[in-house]
């Protein structure tokens, strides 16, 4: 049970406990000893709530530590060893792909996790690194900076089926393209396309976009649908995660990633 919770969570930020620690290696022994916080934190509260975890249980998941995949500045990490770099994220594509699944072969009991530690990369290392899971469903989680006043949180991005759809042949493709300065979304056949300009400070306006995705799920077209298109020409990783996060909670979980030039509908006004 602890671990089954614990599979989709993402730790924030807090070095817990009272024994100084030498500086971690790397971001990813940093996010296990975020993730050990976190197990001890879930624990108590568990027990707060008559629902008491054992102590054997709590030790056995911090020894046994973060199973999934980790992506973050160093690279990719499986079973918590590093197995490529960023720059090999494409080059060893195929080969990464099939560690992963090998990965999800011995955590069976658990559903397919990763937790992605890239806001300060570009937005194509985002891209690479999220088309590892191509044609599968996954947990994606994106490892956030502390803020002042909250030691830990836990936001997962999304759980969606990230593999291409393509509709029916007569039925419109609904495609959303990060822009420079603005969010362009478009519907093909019908030659329909809805800018979301940037607001104040450049930030992306996800208010917006989460109404207008909202909006295209609940029409005739896409009440029984969920297959969307996704490209990025500009923006940050930051940027591609919120946006794949509202995608799939609007219940587009079908989702392609895309080169912009690849979309059904090229978004354009």
């Known amino acids: 049970m602890m671990r089954e919770l614990l599979c989709v969570q993402v730790v924030l930020a807090c070095a817990c406990g009272s024994q100084k620690q030498p500086p971690p290696k790397n971001e990813f022994e940093a996010f296990e000893r975020d993730y050990e916080g976190e197990t001890r934190h879930m624990a108590e509260i568990l027990a707060m709530n008559d629902n008491e975890v054992s102590q054997a249980t709590v030790e056995a998941t911090i020894r046994e530590g973060w199973r999934s995949v980790f992506i973050g500045p160093s690279g990719v990490f499986i079973d918590r060893k590093l197995v490529a770099t960023l720059a090999e994220l494409e080059p060893k594509h195929a080969q990464l792909k099939e560690q992963i699944l090998a990965n999800e072969r011995v955590l069976a009991d658990f559903n397919a996790a990763v937790v992605l530690d890239l806001d300060a990369q570009p937005v194509k290392v985002a891209i690479a690194a999220l088309r590892l899971f191509t044609g599968r469903e996954v947990f994606v989680f994106r490892r956030k900076i502390p803020t002042k006043d909250r030691a830990f949180a836990k936001t997962p991005v999304c759980h969606f089926e990230h593999k291409p759809a393509p509709p029916d042949a007569d039925a419109?493709?609904?495609?959303?393209?990060?822009?420079?300065?603005?969010?362009?979304?478009?519907?093909?056949?019908?030659?329909?396309?809805?800018?979301?300009?940037?607001?104040?400070?450049?930030?992306?306006?996800?208010?917006?976009?989460?109404?207008?995705?909202?909006?295209?799920?609940?029409?005739?077209?896409?009440?029984?649908r969920t297959d969307i298109e996704l490209a990025v020409e500009a923006g940050t990783t930051l940027d591609v995660l919120a946006a794949i996060e509202l995608i799939c909670k609007a219940g587009f979980v079908d989702l392609a990633l895309l080169e912009p030039n690849a979309l059904t509908a090229r978004p354009t006004l």
């Not at 056949?189 to 450049?202: A, G, T």
Request: proline share 6%.
């Open 172 to 224: 419109p493709q609904l495609s959303v393209l990060l822009a420079p300065e603005r969010i362009l979304v478009a519907l093909s056949q019908i030659n329909e396309f809805q800018e979301i300009p940037d607001v104040l400070d450049h930030e992306r306006d996800l208010d917006k976009l989460g109404t207008v995705l909202r909006e295209h799920k609940t029409s005739s077209f896409f009440a029984e």
